[in-house]
């Protein structure tokens, strides 16, 4: 045992001159002489007995400690700063080296004796020395060392980064696999001073720096550290250092940076879109970093929309624009759509978009969108630029790709309005309008507006907008027919060129009927069409709506004569001129059976705007129920045919009366399809849940809701609960 541990001792005697580099490496001799005498010594070894093996194991350990106590840790000693660190990478080569080639000679031991006393292989043994005895030592020197040069670096310094990967190595193999010794022994330290650096820096950046040029620092802080993850610190380092890095620069400073006065709002008002997405990209990653933002966001997206109401209306008040009329509408209703196109394209590019800027872009515009401007809905407000747009398509002063995109507008923003039924509603009225009167209306630009409509809201929201496009084309059908019935028919003469458009009343507004006792000239012609139509069918009724009628007249002036472009009420009045010269209000109204407001309306149109084809008697600027009126046999006009207005009638008030009605039939339907398939519910409960169903069309009263159940329960739809009176019971 002794002569052959002697030899084994000359053995590591010449490797630690190796690593001097003071002899050569072993020789094939020299190498097989080492392993067959330790191969000798355990191989003599009974399965019984392992005391030779344990000898050379323990003398193997004595041997690693001896040379580490003696030459490994006063070299260590010695040296300070880098030059330790360097030693320390050194001198950990060099026993790994000595582990490698010890390991070797004592083979047998790990495949012999290692397995049968379950303990570490020579290998793990010598690294386990110098673990205790060196690195244990030197340890928080080279932790202090390797933090001290990433300090000198982030302020700028150049270091050897080869070094400091070659240490941090060193902790890592330490843990043979595992990284609690780089852990334990060096980040957790490294980490807290990372903290306390960057708390420093952003003490002094925050009040010395704009916004943008805090951003800019962060983010180049950020790149700093990730590339030094990536050239010597651990990569299970990186997000537990960003994270400190985010926590010191971004969110303990958050409030205070987003709030500077050339914070997020400065950034906005100026329109700093790279500014913005840098603010996104830092602030995305951090546990509700966005919420702030989005809340700032939000607060200016929704100031920027009451500015572009304020202005409208100080408008309106100045009297620049009318209160009410179109030019006030569309410059609403445009500006709406250029914040939307603006912020919309901040939270698809800037924000990526990201769903909780989406929402507070959502909640801004929802704010001002559903606000009542100039005493008038923006449901009202929109339809009205929607009627603008299908019009000028129609006329071709705007192209059907313009026309395209101005649809995808609106409906984005109806998005937004609470009351899409009054929408709907005040469309209808003029769709019926531009179907009816609209020489130019375009069917296709119609029924592509419908179908983005009916994308948005659903089939249900446009059916009747639908039927009122398909009835117009109907209608020309049945002119067709009309005409052919005319022509083969000798007996039929209307007297005069007729065309009726036939509606079906379920898709159209209702109209104000008036039982208005035509002018012979057109009774003709009404019963005509009459004959003819009911010779189709005999199980539907036709309803005169005579207010939404427009004819021709030739008016047979002194100087020459003029087509008059009229309303059908205009023309009824004009023609009773031609069997008197001279007629009273009273008389008028007996022979036509007018009511007061339209007979004021029509005259109004005739005698006191524009064109005067009547005189009246007394001459002011209102008709009253004790004028006279008389043919204009005077007046004439450039033109040779000229379109006489009527006014229409604001029927918004009636709109807004039929939708309220409406619905209450909703919120019955609602109220009753609930508690059908609930059978038994709680008064709030119920209340929720029909708010929440009816919301995509309407934000309905919870006021309201309490009447209908009071309503329904009176009618013996739904029960209170004996016991509880606010649970209520579905009655079959």
């Known amino acids: 045992?002794?002569?052959?541990?002697?030899?084994?001792?000359?053995?590591?005697?010449?490797?630690?001159?190796?690593?001097?580099?003071?002899?050569?490496?072993?020789?094939?001799?020299?190498?097989?002489?080492?392993?067959?005498?330790?191969?000798?010594?355990?191989?003599?070894?009974?399965?019984?007995?392992?005391?030779?093996?344990?000898?050379?194991?323990?003398?193997?350990?004595?041997?690693?400690?001896?040379?580490?106590?003696?030459?490994?840790?006063?070299?260590?000693?010695?040296?300070?700063?880098?030059?330790?660190?360097?030693?320390?990478?050194?001198?950990?080569?060099?026993?790994?080296?000595?582990?490698?080639?010890?390991?070797?000679?004592?083979?047998?031991?790990?495949?012999?004796?290692?397995?049968?006393?379950?303990?570490?292989?020579?290998?793990?043994?010598?690294?386990?020395?110098?673990?205790?005895?060196?690195?244990?030592?030197?340890?928080?020197?080279?932790?202090?060392?390797?933090?001290?040069?990433?300090?000198?670096?982030?302020?700028?310094?150049?270091?050897?980064?080869?070094?400091?990967?070659?240490?941090?190595?060193?902790?890592?193999?330490?843990?043979?696999?595992?990284?609690?010794?780089?852990?334990?022994?060096?980040?957790?330290?490294?980490?807290?001073?990372?903290?306390?650096?960057?708390?420093?820096?952003?003490?002094?950046?925050?009040?010395?720096?704009?916004?943008?040029?805090?951003?800019?620092?962060?983010?180049?802080?950020?790149?700093?550290?990730k590339n030094r993850v990536s050239h010597y610190l651990h990569s299970s380092s990186e997000t537990k250092l960003l994270e400190q890095v985010e926590n010191e620069l971004l969110v303990v400073c958050a409030n205070q940076l987003l709030e500077k006065e050339s914070g997020c709002r400065a950034l906005l008002r100026d329109d700093k879109v790279d500014e913005l997405s840098r603010m996104y990209r830092l602030f995305h990653n951090i546990p509700k970093g966005l919420e702030e933002v989005a809340k700032i966001f939000k607060e200016h997206v929704h100031s920027e929309g009451l500015m572009a109401i304020q202005m409208i209306e100080d408008a309106t008040s100045n009297k620049t624009l009318k209160a009410g009329g179109a030019r006030g509408e569309h410059a609403l209703m445009t500006t709406f759509i250029e914040l939307h196109n603006k912020y919309s394209a901040y939270t698809t590019g800037c924000f990526c978009n990201n769903a909780i800027l989406h929402k507070a872009l959502k909640q801004a515009f929802e704010s001002f969108c559903n606000q009542v401007v100039c005493g008038t809905s923006n449901a009202d407000h929109l339809a009205s630029y929607c009627d603008y747009i299908l019009k000028k398509g129609g006329s071709e002063k705007?192209?059907?790709?313009?026309?395209?995109?101005?649809?995808?507008?609106?409906?984005?923003?109806?998005?937004?309005?609470?009351?899409?039924?009054?929408?709907?509603?005040?469309?209808?009225?003029?769709?019926?309008?531009?179907?009816?009167f609209d020489r130019n209306v375009n069917d296709d630009h119609e029924r592509l507006f419908l179908t983005k409509l009916k994308q948005q809201c659903g089939g249900q929201f446009t059916s009747k907008m639908e039927g009122m496009v398909t009835d117009l084309a109907l209608a020309k059908e049945n002119q067709n027919q009309f005409h052919e019935y005319l022509i083969n028919n000798n007996a039929a003469i209307p007297g005069?060129?007729?065309?009726?458009?036939?509606?079906?009343?379920?898709?159209?507004?209702?109209?104000?009927?008036?039982?208005?006792?035509?002018?012979?000239?057109?009774?003709?012609?009404?019963?005509?069409?009459?004959?003819?139509?009911?010779?189709?069918?005999?199980?539907?009724?036709?309803?005169?709506?005579?207010?939404?009628?427009?004819?021709?007249?030739?008016?047979?002036?002194?100087l020459k004569t003029i087509e008059l472009l009229v309303a059908t009420y205009q023309g009824a009045v004009l023609l009773l001129f031609n069997d008197a010269q001279r007629l009273s209000y009273s008389d008028i109204k007996t022979q036509l059976n007018f009511e007061d407001d339209d007979l004021m309306r029509v005259l109004h149109s005739l005698s006191c705007s524009k064109y005067k084809i009547l005189k009246k008697d007394p001459d002011?600027?209102?008709?009253?129920?004790?004028?006279?009126?008389?043919?204009?046999?005077?007046?004439?006009?450039?033109?040779?045919?000229?379109?006489?207005?009527?006014?229409?009638?604001?029927?918004?008030?009636?709109?807004?009366?039929?939708?309220?009605?409406?619905r209450r039939y909703s919120i019955d339907a609602a109220l009753v399809r609930i508690m059908k398939g609930r059978k038994i519910l709680g008064h709030q409960q119920l209340i929720l849940e029909c708010v929440e169903m009816l919301s995509h069309m309407f934000k309905p009263d919870v006021k309201v809701i309490k009447k209908r159940i009071e309503d329904l329960l009176a009618r013996d739809y739904l029960e209170r609960d004996a016991e509880n009176p606010n649970l209520y019971k579905y009655v079959a």
């Open 1 to 225: 045992m002794e002569q052959g541990w002697a030899i084994m001792e000359d053995g590591i005697a010449k490797v630690k001159n190796i690593l001097e580099e003071l002899e050569s490496q072993f020789s094939s001799e020299e190498y097989m002489r080492l392993y067959t005498t330790m191969f000798n010594l355990a191989g003599r070894n009974k399965i019984d007995d392992d005391y030779i093996c344990q000898q050379l194991y323990n003398n193997y350990k004595e041997s690693l400690q001896a040379y580490i106590m003696s030459t490994v840790n006063p070299s260590l000693r010695d040296k300070h700063d880098e030059f330790m660190l360097m030693e320390l990478v050194r001198r950990w080569s060099d026993h790994k080296v000595m582990v490698k080639w010890l390991s070797r000679f004592l083979s047998y031991l790990d495949r012999y004796f290692v397995v049968r006393k379950k303990v570490e292989s020579v290998k793990d043994l010598g690294f386990s020395c110098f673990r205790d005895m060196a690195y244990g030592e030197v340890k928080h020197k080279a932790k202090d060392a390797v933090i001290a040069l990433i300090n000198k670096e982030r302020e700028g310094g150049q270091i050897d980064r080869a070094l400091l990967k070659n240490v941090l190595d060193v902790f890592v193999e330490m843990g043979k696999g595992e990284i609690e010794f780089y852990t334990d022994d060096f980040e957790d330290a490294m980490l807290k001073d990372t903290a306390h650096y960057y708390s420093r820096k952003a003490s002094q950046w925050i009040f010395q720096d704009s916004c943008s040029d805090y951003m800019l620092k962060v983010e180049e802080c950020l790149k700093k550290e």
């Open 496 to 558: 005069m060129d007729l065309t009726v458009n036939v509606l079906t009343t379920g898709f159209w507004p209702t109209y104000k009927t008036c039982d208005l006792r035509l002018p012979a000239e057109m009774v003709k012609c009404v019963q005509v069409f009459k004959e003819h139509y009911e010779s189709k069918t005999k199980h539907r009724k036709l309803t005169w709506i005579y207010s939404l009628g427009s004819c021709s007249i030739n008016g047979k002036f002194d």
């Open 398 to 436: 705007i192209s059907d790709e313009a026309i395209d995109e101005s649809m995808d507008k609106i409906v984005k923003l109806l998005a937004y309005i609470s009351d899409k039924d009054l929408f709907a509603e005040f469309s209808r009225k003029k769709l019926s309008r531009r179907l009816l």
């Open 620 to 662: 002011s600027k209102f008709v009253s129920p004790n004028d006279y009126f008389e043919f204009n046999s005077k007046f004439t006009d450039k033109m040779r045919r000229i379109r006489i207005p009527l006014p229409v009638v604001d029927d918004r008030k009636k709109v807004i009366q039929d939708v309220d009605n409406d």
